[in-house]
């Protein structure tokens, strides 16, 4: 991914695209859940406090300019939600956001709820790389909250250093169920990927623009303008309507 450039953004009309024109250094840490919104969807997160407080919601185009060309983040039709960041509040992805996290811990599923783990991946997840993802039971709950609401969703996590990607996984979730991380990144990185079949294959992809192909905005490039640290989440925020 690019670290140099520049995105600032200015202020969105009422409707029609994004304009962000600034500083585009990749963040070092993405712990997020995506999702194709629908109106189940939305409302269900609106009204849980715990995901509200830490939803947003792109429903517009956001246009930027990359190494003086012009490029554009088009979301899918009902917009991308975005649950950010979510993860261990005492970890170092915890402590690398400056805003509160939305703690893993706090989201469970039901323990008979079947769920594809990361371990599934055999030796490609060693002890260490589990202790950086997300409990069993916080994939449990991403399953049940996909099948209630008929919803495509896909927890993705990367950590990044000096520019280079030294963890990439994700969780797919709806209409497929897949679990995949990069086990040599570059431009199309060799990713281990499994699904419920037990089809474990390494296939040649960049796993972000590949999840959120699936989500319905797929990516022109491996740059993505919602990992810069510039981006500004806030003008996103979810509204929720006042009780």
Not at 82 to 93: A, E, F, G, L, Y
Not at 182 to 190: A, I, N, P, T
């Amino acid at each position: 991914m690019p670290v140099d450039g520049h995105v600032q953004w200015t202020a969105p009309a009422a409707s029609g695209p994004t304009n962000l024109n600034g500083s585009n250094h990749m963040t070092w840490y993405a712990s997020e859940v995506f999702a194709r919104c629908n109106d189940a969807l939305l409302s269900a997160v609106r009204n849980d406090p715990l995901l509200a407080a830490h939803a947003y919601l792109i429903d517009a185009p956001v246009e930027y300019t990359l190494h003086d060309e012009p490029g554009v983040f088009a979301p899918p039709e009902g917009g991308l939600l975005v649950i950010r960041p979510v993860c261990d509040p005492d970890t170092d992805c915890a402590e690398w956001h400056s805003s509160e996290v939305l703690s893993w811990h706090a989201l469970a599923g039901q323990a008979h709820t079947p769920v594809l783990a990361p371990e599934s991946l055999g030796g490609h997840v060693d002890s260490d790389l589990r202790d950086e993802l997300p409990p069993d039971d916080f994939f449990r709950y991403l399953k049940e909250l996909s099948i209630a609401h008929k919803a495509d969703l896909v927890y993705f996590y990367c950590y990044m250093w000096g520019g280079d990607t030294e963890i990439e996984y994700a969780s797919f979730f709806g209409r497929r169920e897949e679990v995949s991380f990069v086990v040599k990144s570059g431009v199309l990185s060799q990713v281990a990927r499994n699904d419920p079949n037990n089809a474990l294959r390494v296939v040649e992809l960049d796993l972000l623009s590949d999840a959120l192909s699936y989500l319905g905005a797929p990516l022109a490039s491996p740059f993505c303008i919602l990992h810069t640290r510039s981006f500004p989440w806030e003008s996103f925020r979810l509204r929720v309507p006042a009780l």
